[in-house]
């Protein structure tokens, strides 16, 4: 079964350091996304692209954050100036255009 | 807006005993309804949508419009089943889907 694959599994980074997560949807997928989950609390979602632009963001997704699709096969998510905040499990998801969602298996990503 | 609301954060049921797990929504429109399992530490995996009225892994979940719930269900629970179960809308289109906080379904033996 096709999977969507984020790396890394896991980050530790530094207060202000910028940081990329990586992930490779699934290939014949059109819509990708970007989740977070803060420890014990629920999923929100971030941003979602088509069509190579954005075509939706929360309140969540300012300025700090930005997705780029630099290839036909990588989708990344860029947090400039990380905050003790922005610790989380960051998930990628892709879809086509029937179907549920498939989500990776994500990064936990730590702020010290 | 959308939202999702899980009552339960947590649920414990002995193996074998029936399982429900609510969730609720409001939307105005005509939503997608979906169940999400997350194992433990693992990722977010498509366990149900209303849409296509499948059973998976026994459980079973039914879009009540009246009573704007979709509840997922299995008459007898198992050990495996414990993990979080999250509730998620979707609305038309390329609208992102919206979860609940979850429930976290402990299966004692």
């Known amino acids: 079964e096709p999977e969507v694959t984020q790396t890394p599994s896991h980050q530790v980074t530094q207060m202000g350091q910028e940081v990329i997560l990586r992930c490779v949807p699934i290939s014949n997928h059109l819509y990708f996304y970007w989740y977070r989950q803060i420890l014990g609390q629920k999923v929100e979602f971030l941003v979602s692209f088509y069509n190579n632009e954005i075509s939706e963001k929360s309140e969540i997704f300012d300025d700090q954050f930005s997705v780029e699709r630099p290839d036909g096969s990588n989708f990344t998510l860029k947090i400039r100036s990380t905050k003790l905040e922005d610790s989380a499990m960051y998930f990628c998801?892709?879809?086509?255009?029937?179907?549920?969602?498939?989500f990776g298996s994500g990064t936990r990503l730590t702020v010290v | 807006a959308q939202r999702v609301t899980q009552p339960e954060k947590l649920l414990s049921v002995f193996k074998g005993a029936p399982v429900e797990l609510k969730c609720n929504y409001s939307?105005?429109?005509?939503?997608?309804l979906f169940w999400y399992v997350q194992y433990s530490r693992q990722r977010l995996q498509l366990l149900l949508r209303h849409i296509s009225r499948e059973s998976i892994k026994g459980f079973t979940a039914d879009l009540n419009k009246g009573e704007t719930s979709f509840h997922l269900k299995k008459p007898f629970a198992q050990e495996e089943d414990s993990a979080m179960y999250y509730c998620?809308?979707?609305?038309?289109?390329?609208?992102?889907?919206?979860f609940g906080k979850g429930t976290r379904l402990s299966v004692i033996a």
């Open positions: 939307y105005s429109g005509s939503p997608e």
């Open positions: 998620a809308l979707k609305q038309g289109g390329n609208t992102p889907l919206v």
């Open positions: 998801a892709s879809r086509d255009s029937d179907y549920g969602y498939t």
